[in-house]
């Protein structure tokens, strides 16, 4: 038995820096478009209407990129079980000091829900983003609600991906590995996901 | 970016619509003083022309037709940017300087500061910014260039029956209190910097009978923008409170109680 496993392909890797350089860029240049006090976030693209521009670049990509990341794992988050359940209702063990066992297949129930959610989240901001990309094509009060609703979404996902870059790394030593070399120590997926083990070795519980 | 706003020496119009005739000087004079082009425009059988503010119109008469009785009434409404004392404009602009504040409490802009972010126009209670082929925002600013050297704004300049008003707003709207007009937009938006003294209800001419930033764009800018800011940092604060507290989840915690010797 090797110390390592695979988690996450090559490709798989590539494609979620990808979504997480396109993010942070959209972060960055929309930063200075959120509220005047992040005005000096616009001086790094080089002025308020680069930023636009490349917001507008990075805001395709990150679209692209994201919804093609969530439909490459669509069989592996939206499927809950009775293990995830445990999960769930015990908070993944997240709010106790005391060891926790929950028999978790690849992903774990807050994977999954974060997975679904940057996945609606995407087709919100991309959706209103087209209408704020040129507001004078569409109805006033299509163009007021979407200023309203991408604002709101971009406040919940970057506290979602504080969460999310919290648990992947020193919430939970080991984790990103998974995401720089493509592999887990053995002792971290028998720890972390123990179904997703097995299902991988074809080692008997 | 806060606004502020001298109420007691604000200057601003008051536009009295029962003394307009539709001569649409005010249109020419606005052009002619701030150069902007003619628009090509198509007769669409009414006297009204253009129909609809344009990057290279300010202000416009609107022909509202009424038929009383058989017979057709006009009104005539001048249509510009109100300059409201709560400007929805300047709440949502992101680029310091492009939307700003006279002393006069004028709303002016500056196309140079602009990054036609075209926010403005979703946000304007009255639907007045345009932009034109420079891609920035372009709208009524009282003609500030003529305000700073002491003269009176083209358009009121060019007035033949002083249906448009320039001068200090309160003396302006005293004097048509006195005068027994039924004025709107005194208190509205902290008031508008354009008040009008109207010969029925605000309705009539196309205007909101109560008129504010638009409920979406207040959300967006005074709820979900500070409650944002703290909720990020709620979130940071929370991982960190966590990672002192309970603390991570270690691999190593396990090995203790598991034979892994076999590895």
Redesign the interface.
Known sequence: ?S?YIERFSTSERVLHWIVTASFFTLLLTGL??????F?GY?SLFG???N??LIHKISGVLFFLSSLYMFFNHQKDVTGFDQDDKKWVTERG?????N?SHFNIGKYNPGQKLFAIFIAAATLVLGVTGLFIWA??MFP??I???S??AH??M??CS??FV??HV?LAT?????TIEAMLYGNV????AR??HPKWYREVTGEKP | MADTINQTTRKGFLVDTSRCIGCRSCQVACKQWNKLDADKTANKGTFENPRDLTPALYNRIRFIEKETSGEMTWQFFNERCMHCGDAGCMKVCPSPGALYRTKDGIVAFNKDKCISCKYCVSACPFNIPRYGTDDKVSKCHLCTDRISGGMTPACAKACPTETLKYGKRSDLIAKATAAKKTLYGVDDLLGLGVVYALEGPPEQYGLPAKPGIPMSIFLWKDVIKPLGILGFWGSIGAMLLHYVTIGPKKVDDDLNVKEDGHE
Do not use: E
């Open positions: 038995m110390n200075g478009l959120y509220s005047t006090l005005n616009f002025g308020g209407r930023a636009i063990g997240y709010l106790s000091r060891a507001p004078t006033r009060w163009v007021q609600l200023l309203m604002g709101l971009f406040v970057i506290m504080v969460v919290y020193i919430g939970n030593p080991g120590r053995s002792l971290w720890k972390h």
